[in-house]
């Protein structure tokens, strides 16, 4: 099983409606963070968390939101949909353990598409 | 702002040939970061480099970093079929008080393939 996993891994919708993207994940990270990858432009940081109680902005939120259910589950939400918001989403993992050098882990992607 | 830029975006090789993935970057930084993305797939990590001068290799890839110059190369050395995929580099910010934890700035990727 993946260590992060994010559902769905395609969704097609429409202009102005809310659709949620589901992260769980079973690494006992504390930190979780989305990201979203459009053609040459590489991944850009939508919204982090650090644990529960901790949400910050990245530098493209506007149009976005996210929860922190628990330690392991981190969705991000999209108000009302619009098309310059179909990409590929990955959620990510990283922790403090210096073996690590807090290098990301990621999920397999959802890919949205905003008709 | 910290901004990130690899070059060749593009690059085709052929089997048996070296070839070097350039990152630069705009801002001091505390640690540098080469992933691999195979088409349709998740990202994965292949190296961290934490100062200057650091190199990491493993099998034909071999990476390092200048910090003085802001720059960090990705060497391909005798191409295989297999390492045909997309790979970024990302930086972390260095805050005051703070690293930059997973809070990365991503290049444009670059897109290898490599042919017999």
């Known amino acids: 099983d993946a260590d992060v996993t994010q559902t769905p891994r395609n969704r097609i919708t429409k202009t102005g409606k809310r659709i949620m993207l589901e992260c769980s994940q079973t690494?006992?990270?504390?930190?979780m963070y989305w990201y979203r990858q459009d053609p040459g432009l590489g991944l850009r940081l939508i919204y982090y968390s650090f644990d529960v109680k901790d949400i910050n902005k990245g530098e493209i939120s506007d149009g976005y939101s996210v929860s922190r259910q628990a330690q392991a589950k981190f969705s991000l939400s999209l108000e009302s949909a619009i098309p310059n918001q179909t990409a590929l989403y990955f959620c990510?993992?990283?922790?403090?353990?210096?073996?690590?050098?807090?290098?990301?882990?990621f999920g397999s992607g959802t890919q949205l598409s905003v008709l | 702002e910290l901004k990130v830029e690899q070059n060749p975006l593009f690059l085709s090789m052929q089997e048996g040939k070296n070839y070097t993935i350039y990152c630069n970057y705009s801002?001091?930084?505390?640690?540098l970061y080469w992933y691999r993305q195979d088409p349709g797939k998740s990202l994965e990590s292949l190296f961290v480099l934490l100062s200057n001068g650091a190199v990491k290799q493993e099998g034909r890839l071999m990476a390092s970093l200048d910090t003085k110059a802001r720059l960090s190369t990705l060497h391909i050395t005798a191409a295989v079929h297999d390492l045909s995929a997309t790979y970024f580099c990302a930086v972390g910010r260095t805050f005051a008080g703070g690293t930059s934890y997973g809070k990365l700035t991503f290049g444009q990727g670059t897109i290898l393939t490599v042919h017999p």
């Open positions: 690494k006992g990270h504390d930190r």
């Open positions: 801002t001091t930084s505390d640690r």
């Open positions: 990510a993992t990283s922790d403090s353990s210096p073996a690590t050098n807090e290098k990301l882990f």
